[in-house]
Structures are given as C-alpha cells and as structure tokens.
C-alpha cells in the first residue's frame, strides 16, 4: 500500500510508558512494596499460624494443656508453646503451629472453645508467612 492510504488497521504508535520510580523512604521499590502490602490468603498459604492466649499467672499450666487438647483435637500439631509477656497481673501464651495450611474457620472455632474455657481471658489467632 501507498503512504497516502489510510488504513483503518494500522496500529496506532505507542505512547512512552511513564517511568515507575520507587519513593526512596520505601524499601525495595514499587513491585515489592505491592507484593508486600497484599493481604495474605490464609486458605491458600502455607504459613505461621500461631494460637494467643492470655491468662492469670496461677492458670499458665491449665492454660498450656488447654491449647495442646484443643488444637490436638482440630488436627493442628504444635511446633512450641512460648510465653510472649508475663507480669504479675497477666501472661501471654501463644502456640506456634507447623507450617501449614490452615482453615480460618478451623482456627476460629478453636479460639472460641478456648475463650469459653474459665482460666483464658481472651484468645486470638494470628497468621505470618514463613520465610
């Protein structure tokens, strides 16, 4: 075809994509900062799953043999149970499980029986991905 043909399937020219540039008080640039700020999908994420606890100092052993039975009882095997803070009014328990896939639903039913139980004053579930 000529110059002076107007084809109407001519790709039209590409424009210039703008330059991404990291903010320098980020670590890492734009793409890892993303990756970074992503939530993570608990269903789909071999991760570090890790069981909260908080109690009386009189109750730490009770307590210990609470989160062992209860997560034994869910199928979730207990890589360490740690004390996370302790003072004289409260102590923090937290059981830190293998990594694993773990179901929300699963961890939140193990936090409720924990809560009904009389020496935990509350209990909670946290999620970090392994490195």
């Known amino acids: 075809m000529d110059a002076d ?3 109407i399937h001519r790709s039209a020219p590409l424009s210039k994509p703008a330059a991404i540039l990291p903010d320098r008080r980020e670590r890492g640039g734009p793409s890892h900062n993303y990756i970074n700020r992503r939530p993570i999908d608990a269903r789909a994420t071999e991760a570090q799953y890790a069981i909260h606890a908080l109690c009386d100092p009189a109750d730490v052993s009770d307590v210990r043999d609470l989160l062992f039975s209860e997560l034994e009882a869910a199928h979730y095997p207990i890589r360490e149970i740690a004390t996370l803070s302790d003072s004289e009014e409260l102590v923090e328990l937290a059981a ?20 009904k139980a009389g020496p935990i004053k509350t209990a909670t579930w946290t999620v970090s991905t392994t490195a």
């Open 5 to 7: 043909n107007h084809d």
């Open 96 to 115: 830190t499980l293998v990594p694993t896939n773990a179901k929300p639903d699963e961890l939140d039913a193990v936090v409720a029986a924990l809560e």
